[in-house]
């Protein structure tokens, strides 16, 4: 079995609240993890359509690609620094479909707490715009005239939604950065980020949830 050491507690506690909120959102959740030296990149899809992206220092540089449980990852990250990888599972579709690693441009920059106000008011205006409705087709165009609006550059809301339910955002202030590709966008914040395909839209019951 391969294991990797985290750097420290924060770093530790900080992957706990990102696993525990990946599976609050989807107990069958799996994450791919890579690692090229002193940095293992926990990757995610949380039911936004999307992939979210959580850094974590190592104690020591490792070589790892492995898709494994985000359940069991988590109760193993809960009890140590040093962690056993657990046995890699069959992943969904979006683990073999990563965003590129060049060709961004960034696009925008500005404060998290105006990205997480945008979130705030997104879903204030789809509670109120669904309420009472129940045709289905009606509220996957509320949905998405909701939460494919922008908010920074070129990023959906969406995105942010993710970002915020992931815990990505942090609890304070800090810098929100956009950047793009001509298939992709990403939305870059302090505790990681969140790119999403053009064109991809979720299942609105994640949105009547959240």
Known sequence: MTSVELAGEADRQGLVQYLERLVALDNRAAVRLQA????VGVWSGPP???VALRPVALAAP???DATVSAQRLLERVREALAVEVPPAVSGPS?????PPRSG????????VANVRAAVDTAKHFFRERAE????????EQIAQDVWERTCLGEVPVRSAHAAESLGLMGPGEGVAVAYSTETWTR?????GSVAARRGLFPSISVFALH
Do not use: H, K, N, Y
Not at 94 to 98: D, I, K, M, Q
């Open 36 to 39: 090229g030296g002193p940095v």
């Open 48 to 50: 936004f359509e999307v």
């Open 62 to 64: 490792a070589q790892l």
């Open 94 to 98: 979006w683990v073999g479909l990563l």
């Open 104 to 111: 961004w441009e960034e696009r925008m920059r500005g404060d």
């Open 132 to 139: 009472g409705v129940t045709d289905p087709s009606a509220l």
């Open 187 to 191: 939305l870059s914040v302090p505790g």
